[in-house]
């Protein structure tokens, strides 16, 4: 068929490729091959008949010769002399053909007997319509035939007594070996003759045994004649009924098949015009009269159902595709809902350089189960949420929004994170049919300190990433929020440093999947994390984002694609607390550089003298080294430190926060300064070297933390 529909085709395109045409063409092709196979077999058949009637007429013939020559003369003596004298000139080595060699076998040619049988041959040879009646005798040791006598002795295309020729070998043994059961033939293909068959019945002596063989040769070419003119007559015959079969059963195929389906075409071309026109209530199949009696009847039939019931499905889907409107217009309202029911306005907290948070959410249908948020509990408190509803699309949406309500609710009473979750889940188990749940990492950061203390319930781990290093925190997970009521959770701690991060998201970061199912992975999510260098926490979703995309390369989203970023630039750096400036790091030595230029950078401000802030700049590397050192053990820890200066405007008072082991430096006994450094005890040096240098030392613990605090006067 041509790339155009039938209402553009030509009649001639319509003529060439309707069905009428293409059911002339097949009843026209079977009628051909069922002629050619009935050709074939009548042909096979008729060269078969006609085969066996040459090899019968020439069997019986060579039968009926020897028969009448046994009667008159004796065969087998006059075959057994001239075999004799082949012999004898064989092993002699006489020369065939010669007038030497044919000598030989001038006594028998000359004896009556064989002048008899020669006319005995002559005479069936001249009444047959055979090529040639002989008596000859096969040598089986040689694989020749030779000729004992031949009727047409002397003439120069025939043979003389004692002539041979070269036969094949299962010629001979067919001949020699015949057991008296069918007739007796062998065809073969000769230069002088073309195929030629060879009947004959063998002639035997007293003793049984075979001395000759009375032979008619028949060529078979009149047989290849009569088969070339049987398949002209029968091939005239055959494209004759072919014509007039193909005529007869096309025109009824016309009748009874291709004018039935062209009336249905013509009734669905005019249908698709009065759609397209906007015509309604048509009737067209329903006019349609076809009585075939047939499958095409009842196509007829359908066809005019189809079509009442298209009108009815048009009707029914003016009214869906309106209601679908709705839906979706409403849909698209949830979408914007949702999307303003999370923290979207960023910077989020402009007034408070201690940190920095960016989040985003994509989710995989319009609507979706995954949530963040975060949100101040008090001035120094900061509650992170990172959380993934079961299921996908409006229910689970609806279930998030309930989520996320009660743990920001039950956060914001200042509750621990553990507490927060199984509060959370007592409440959604008491009243949840559906039996949705939702996995969540609750964060509450210590602003001053950089401390995080969090629980998990069931969702991924989180990142944390350290000088430019992002890698897993395997926390401890609980159970999902939802399964169990009574569950309970465990509640473990973060410390953050300035410029540390902190890397929330659902699993559609590392369950992404390209085209072949692969998933994203958390390696790649890794990489993604630790390729960003400027820090920013806009380019590090931005990064992770960038490398899903590139993974996935098009595929359909699986799930919801949520992540969170806070970066702690610390709690004290700079800020400063009603008339102290403070500073909290990391409890390490590497940090005694960063404190120290802090205070002195305070120190400058008052004009301290550059006696005093040497003995305060040792004072803090005494202090803080011994808190970096034994204060927090393993376990990492920070400090603050804070300058004030309120009190007295003459000098200024440095205090020392940490909350590791407990400790009074103040009960350490001062040592022997009047001993050599070999006798004296180690420890307590440094110490003692403080509370002599300062004006005022004084040590307190309040609320599970050391406080050291230093007074220097500047006079």
């Known amino acids: 068929m041509p790339d155009k529909s039938v209402r553009d085709m030509n009649k001639f395109e319509k003529l060439h490729y309707s069905l009428a045409s293409r059911t002339f063409h097949a009843a026209l092709r079977a009628a051909v091959i069922l002629g050619l196979v009935a050709l074939l077999v009548g042909l096979g058949l008729y060269g078969f008949s006609l085969t066996n009637q040459y090899i019968s007429e020439a069997f019986d013939l060579a039968k009926s010769t020897g028969s009448i020559a046994a009667k008159v003369v004796d065969p087998a003596e006059i075959a057994a002399r001239t075999m004799d004298v082949y012999h004898e000139a064989m092993e002699a080595g006489a020369e065939p053909g010669t007038d030497d060699y044919y000598a030989l076998y001038s006594e028998i040619e000359n004896d009556p007997d064989y002048r008899q049988l020669i006319s005995i041959l002559k005479d069936f040879n001249d009444s047959s319509e055979v090529n040639d009646v002989y008596f000859a005798m096969y040598d089986n040791a040689s694989g020749r035939i030779v000729i004992i006598a031949d009727p047409d002795d002397g003439a120069t295309e025939c043979s003389r007594i004692g002539d041979f020729e070269p036969v094949s070998s299962k010629e001979v043994k067919k001949f020699l070996n015949w057991d008296g059961n069918g007739k007796l033939y062998h065809i073969s293909h000769t230069k002088s003759y073309g195929w030629l068959s060879t009947s004959g019945v063998p002639c035997r002596g007293e003793n049984g045994e075979t001395a000759g063989f009375f032979l008619c040769d028949t060529t078979l070419g009149n047989l290849i004649k009569s088969i070339r003119m049987f398949l002209l007559q029968y091939t005239l015959v055959m494209c004759l009924a072919v014509i007039i079969v193909a005529v007869v059963l096309a025109t009824k195929m ?46 007829s039939l359908v066809m005019k159902d189809i079509e009442r019931d298209l009108s009815d499905y048009e009707e029914n889907l003016t ?24 923290p979207n306005i960023y910077p989020a907290f402009p007034d408070r350089p201690e940190f920095d948070i960016f989040a985003t959410m994509t989710p995989a249908k319009e609507v979706g189960g995954d949530f963040y948020d975060f949100f101040l509990v008090d001035d120094d408190h900061l509650g992170i949420v990172m959380a993934d509803v079961s299921g996908k699309g409006v229910p689970a949406a609806l279930f998030m929004m309930a989520s996320r309500i009660m743990i920001q609710n039950t956060a914001l009473t200042g509750r621990s994170p553990k507490e927060v979750l199984e509060t959370v889940n007592n409440q959604i188990c008491a009243n949840n049919r559906e039996e949705m749940f939702v996995t969540a990492w609750l964060g509450v950061l210590e602003i001053s300190t950089g401390r995080v203390r969090a629980a998990n319930a069931g969702h991924e781990f989180p990142v944390v990433g350290r000088g430019g290093v992002f890698d897993l925190y395997k926390d401890k997970h609980g159970f999902v929020i939802g399964g169990i009521q009574g569950v309970k959770y465990s509640e473990y701690e973060l410390q953050l440093d300035p410029g540390d991060m902190l890397f929330l998201y659902t699993d559609g970061v590392p369950e992404a999947t390209d085209a072949d199912h692969g998933l994203f992975g958390t390696v790649r999510m890794l990489s993604a994390l630790n390729s960003v260098k400027t820090g920013r926490t ?28 806070l970066k702690y630039n610390g709690g004290g750096d700079g800020k400063m607390t009603g008339s102290a400036a403070e500073i909290t790091v990391g409890a390490t030595v590497d940090n005694i550089g960063k404190v120290t230029d802090f205070v002195n950078g305070e120190l400058d401000k008052l004009d301290c003298p550059i006696k005093a802030k040497m003995q305060l700049d040792v004072a803090i590397d005494e202090i803080f080294s011994n808190v970096a050192k034994f204060a927090y053990g393993s376990e990492p820890g920070k400090v603050t430190v804070a300058v004030d200066r309120a009190e007295d405007p003459s000098g200024v008072t440095v205090t020392f926060y940490d909350s590791g082991k407990r400790f009074d430096p103040l009960s350490v006994k001062d040592p022997d300064v009047s001993l050599g450094a070999e006798e004296r005890e180690i420890g307590g040096l440094g110490l003692f070297i403080v509370r002599k ?7 307190e613990y309040k609320d599970g933390m050391n406080v050291l605090t230093v007074r220097k006067n500047f006079g």
Do not use: W
């Open 319 to 342: 009214r869906i595709t309106a209601e679908k409107e709705r839906l979706g217009t409403e849909l698209a309202l949830a979408t914007r809902i949702q999307a303003d029911m999370l």
């Open 693 to 699: 240098t300062m004006d005022d030392v004084k040590y």
């Open 538 to 565: 806009t380019d590090v979703l931005k990064a992770v984002s960038a490398a899903v995309d590139a993974f996935v390369n098009g595929s359909p989203q699986f799930d919801d694609l949520t992540m969170l970023c």
């Open 254 to 299: 016309k009748k009874k098949l291709a004018e039935p389906i062209n009336k249905i075409a013509d009734a669905a071309v005019e249908y698709a015009k009065d759609k397209q026109n906007g015509v309604t209530n048509t009737d067209h199949f329903a006019s349609l009269d076809i009585r075939t009696g047939d499958e095409i009847e009842s196509l």
